[in-house]
Antibody, heavy 122, light 107 residues
């Protein structure tokens, strides 16, 4: 059974960089085809796709966040990571890591992490 | 970008009812449309993918239909554990997007 778990600071100061890691167990991040994704949910709001990285290293970023984002894959640790720079209060959200199934050809999230709340505040 | 609009934004229903939630896309997404259920404090859970395919382990009272720009999620009969928020999501364009959600409450 594939499991994903987010980790990282729950509090980030404004203008600093938010850094999160997702550890995958029960499956390999280098064995695809999957898209390893980050999705966020502002408090009491809907879901926003941040970006994803494939098992082969192809990356897609949400254009609205692209200039501040980096997503990377660490196959040696079976992890993938998100860095979001110059954060503001508008980046306060629950951040989910997730796996997108690509093999079926229909691209849906079949596994989610439990989510981690990141608050941007001084 | 593909915009998804769900209706209604909220609805009240009773156990045993049949409910339908609609998702409309701003352009055709063919059948690249998925549905998720989210309960408070939990990650979303996949219910339906490819517009009408039931995810393994999901009860058969959930069904999806549609193609192009208009889609529906139907739950019948409603069970107590179905009261939650439901989201549609498109994967037709590389910028995946979600609908704003439909909150299903107990009447």
């Amino acid at each position: 059974q594939v499991q994903l778990q987010e980790s990282g600071p729950g509090l980030v100061r404004p203008s600093q960089t938010l850094s999160l890691t997702c550890t995958v167990t029960g499956g390999s991040v280098s064995r695809g085809p999957f898209y390893w994704s980050w999705i966020r949910q502002h408090p009491g709001k809907g879901l926003e796709w941040i970006g994803y990285i494939s098992d082969t290293g192809s990356i897609y970023y949400n254009p609205s966040l692209r200039s501040r984002m980096t997503i990377s894959l660490d196959t040696s640790k079976n992890q993938f990571s998100l860095k979001l720079s110059s954060v503001t209060a508008a980046d306060t959200a629950v951040y989910y890591c997730a796996r997108v199934d690509v093999l079926s050809g229909y691209y849906y999230v079949d596994y989610w992490g439990p989510g981690t709340l990141v608050t941007v505040s001084s | 970008d593909v915009q998804l609009t769900q209706s209604p934004s909220s609805l009240s229903a009773s156990v045993g009812d049949r409910v339908t939630i609609t998702c409309r896309a701003s352009q055709s997404v063919t059948t690249y449309l998925n549905w998720y259920q989210q309960k408070p404090g939990k990650a979303p859970k996949l219910l339906i993918y490819a517009a009408s395919r039931l995810q393994s382990g999901v009860p058969s009272r959930f069904s999806g239909s549609g193609s192009g720009t208009d889609f529906t999620l139907t739950i019948s009969p409603l069970q107590p554990e179905d009261f939650a928020t439901y989201y549609c999501q498109q994967s037709y364009s590389t910028l995946y997007s979600f609908g704003q959600g439909t909150k299903l409450e107990i009447k």
